[in-house]
């Protein structure tokens, strides 16, 4: 081919390319995605995607096309509820990161190091579609989180794991280009045991809104249920420095000849075996804080450096070889380790098996029902049986030397189906009286048990004659462990044991101060980096709560003044008597100050205003008796009602049944229903009149009803007050004061009638109309 030739063609071949390519521009146009116009406001854009995205999910829609279609609904809306993405293409027919060299290029990758923004437009990767894929690779798989799984297995297995998540979507070239910073850090993490996840913005906005991730790329951990966003540099060193920081302080304890001894010595206080970690790194590596977080609830790390002067005689002790990294692990006795383990290249898989195998002491103290099924497992098939050999003791040092014996016992018969523990009596006093019903079966006692179901059904025998230690008792324990293991029917008993109390839970007010640093500590996080759009509700919450605070600390300072103010006395109804001023009580709502009630007479003069023309909602309570018993009647009535006379509805009132020997017998006819005492007739009563003293009315004189109470059985004859006349002076004495003794007994039952006053229980008896009371008030009733 000629050279003139060459650039006609290669010209030809640009200009083809270009055309193919703005073809392909044009034939995408997010406008007719969605269905929408040109002038669509962003609530209706956002309206099309929610009906488009329902319509087109591929868990919903079964069309093969369905996820293809999905994918560009999406792309869509991300580019429509953009301003700028939405102008770039109204004006370029194209979206934000493959825009021209002069658009946007001040804005660049703003406030790396601050704020961890990443603007789309400062990446100008070319369009191919294969390179794109070929980069989502490695998120597209294993590490993809979802909401149910997320929360039924990522959540919980949190708190034995830091997890980082990577929040990511399609056609975000910022992540793309962090992406083989992500890939670097995951291949060095996750063999040291944290949890990787990647979360896709676009399909799982769920799981997203849930993290609080609102834009892509984003870097969460995850510790503890808790979510910490990252916000400095994408570099490896960066992301490794904020897994550590994100567990515990003090998760491994540094180790000098000086504390070794205490720190084997805590297994009595902690009830957990010791692991010696011996390297020669002047830092604790996040390998072994890793382990340590995963193995907390079990064992306690400790780390010795041995390039330390002050760790020779620890090194020179345990005989330990410099030249490679060593466990230790100790349990009872802190003088040999139980297991040890060297390797040249410590890994994380190594580590959990050494350190799963020796999880439990070998006489572990059951602290709470976690350590008692793991320890204690159901009975689950006749091979797998595990008895559990259980001393029952004190702590006091007087049982010290039986509790030692029994770890000799233990030591010396371990085997696979045995498993031996002790509780103290005291902090598990629930499970030591099911098992112990006998109250001369005191501690120290030996109890043999097998679990047989998770609500907590066990079968169990104890061993005969206590246990102090001595070999006379070892014998009889060995003897009775070959009994059972050859006959399962030798525990005979069976009781359902309750949930063992947790001993080291901490109390609640260390339980509110951590979740307040954690609160504290999430809110100075959203506040130095969250943008003010996902920060105006909280500070619209903490303004209102303010303006609330100090508005009602202004009313209260203006209405001070006046409050200060005496108040007015009421005006009394009637003057009192010194003979009633021991049962006087204030009618204010509040509890009364004063140690006596308010008791007014009912006369022709107090009738009307104390009990017709009583204000609606207000409650008469009015003591009926006679001139004999009034003294012993008014101190009871008053003893009885006094912590009701603070009600202001209530008034306390009583009824001279001498003066006003008809009132009763006409109200009690006027009811609807006959009371068994009230049927005499007219004539009956001219000759034998009955005895109301000690009756109890509670009077609404609105609503025309009123509830009885009836005294108390005192052990009287009726028909003694009606055969007086008959009796010798002497008798008629004897009797006299035989009923002032008995006569206050009638009103024992009244203060709870008043409850049930309050309560609104009492039978109501309507009446037609309140019967007169005399002369006076005869004219006014039947009106």
Known sequence: MPRATRPRWLAIFLLSVSVQMARAASEYDPYMVLGVGRSASQAEVKRAYKNLAKEWHPDKNKDPKAEDMFIKVSKSYEILSNEERRSNFDRYGQMEENQPLGQSQHQGFRGFHNSFYFDESFFHFPRYSDHTSSLQDFADSKYLLHHAGFNSDVLPDSHKRPYLIKVTSEWCFACIHIEPVWKETVLELEPLGVGIGIVDLGYERRLAHQLGAHRAPSIIGLVNGRVTF????????HLRQFIEDLLPHKLVERITDNNYLAFLESWRVENKPSVLLFDQVPVVPLLYK???????DYVRLGFVDQGDAHNTRLLRQFNINTYAPTMLL????????VDIIQARGMKRQIMDEFVSNNKFLQVPRLVNQQLFDELCPVKQFHRRRKYCVLLITGEDPAFLPGSKAFLDFASVNRKDVLRFAY??????QPLCQALLHSEEALPPQVVILERRSHAGKVMYRSVSGGWNGSEEDKYRLHEQLELLQKDPTYLSSDATLPELNNEMAPIFIIQWMNAAYDYIVQM???LLYSNWREMMPILSLIFSALFILFGTVIIQAFSEPGESKPRKAKPKEQPQTEEDASSRASTSSRPPKKDFVEVTELTDITYISNLVKLRPGHINVVLVLTGASKNALLRKFAKEVFSFSGTQTLHFSFLNGDKHRHWMPSLLRSTSESLPSEGQSDDEEGEESPDYAGHVLALNGHKKYFCLFRPVFTGEDPNDSSSETSFSSDSRRKSRSRSRSKVHHKLDRLG??????????LPRLQVPAWPPLGETTASFTES
């Open 524 to 526: 100075y996080d959203d």
């Open 423 to 428: 509780v103290y009596q005291r902090q598990q």
């Open 290 to 296: 890793l382990t340590a977080f995963a193995f907390r």
């Open 330 to 337: 100790f349990k009872e006795d802190t003088e040999h380790p």
């Open 230 to 237: 990252f916000h400095q540099a994408v570099v490896r060193e």
């Open 752 to 761: 709870l009638w008043m409850e049930r006053l309050m309560e609104g229980t």
